[in-house]
């Protein structure tokens, strides 16, 4: 079973976090990433992969959200989780990368396949490259906490104008499909 995570999914003073908002799409990461998300069940149920979707982390704080979310995929007995997510930075920033835990042989190799089949979909995106994570890097408890291969999904800038411009939900959701196809 895939653990498809929603990036951004805890809640703060009653209201999803919703992370980054892109001005070019009009979305946050999180309303964003659950589109993505309903395209990709179905693409994997096609391809004969169960997955499950997990939209909302408990917890009080980032680290606590993390516990529950890594909680969760345990208990669902995932063999891969993603969290999905999108970058935003300068208007300039621009491109796509996959972000592993530093020790995972396996996170780095599947890393690998998003990369590839992400590029293939759309070729006009710059690579950024695989990302190795350690404990002192920001966002990584996702990656050190979940029991099974993780991923962080950082497919484009939401602040760039020419990703924006680029990228599509069934082209993404279609990319990641066929990069867990080959990791199953």
């Not at 606590?64 to 979310?69: E, G, L």
């Not at 796509?96 to 995972?104: F, Q, R």
């Not at 497919?155 to 959701?173: E, M, Q, T, W, Y």
């Not at 990319?175 to 196809?181: L, N, W």
């Amino acid at each position: 079973m895939i653990a498809l995570c929603i990036g951004h999914s805890r809640k703060i003073s009653g209201r999803y976090d919703g992370g980054a908002y892109s001005v070019q799409l009009k979305i946050n990461e999180r309303d964003f990433n659950l589109q993505v998300a309903s395209e990709l069940v179905g693409m994997l149920q096609d391809r004969g992969i169960r997955s499950k979707v997990f939209n909302h982390y408990n917890g009080n704080g980032y680290g606590s959200a993390m516990a529950d979310v890594a909680k969760q995929v345990k208990e669902a007995r995932a063999s891969l989780a993603i969290e999905l997510h999108f970058n935003s930075a300068s208007p300039e920033a621009n491109g796509h990368e996959w972000l592993y835990w530093h020790t995972s042989e396996i996170g780095q190799k599947i890393a690998g396949k998003f990369d590839s089949e992400f590029s293939k979909v759309f070729p006009a995106i710059k690579k950024r490259g695989l990302k190795a994570i350690t404990k002192k890097d920001r966002g990584g408890k996702f990656l050190e906490l979940t029991h099974c291969p993780a991923l962080i999904l950082e497919p484009f800038f939401g602040s760039s104008v020419l990703d924006c411009a680029r990228i599509n939900v069934k082209g993404i959701a279609e990319a990641y499909a066929k990069a867990i196809e080959q990791c199953v």
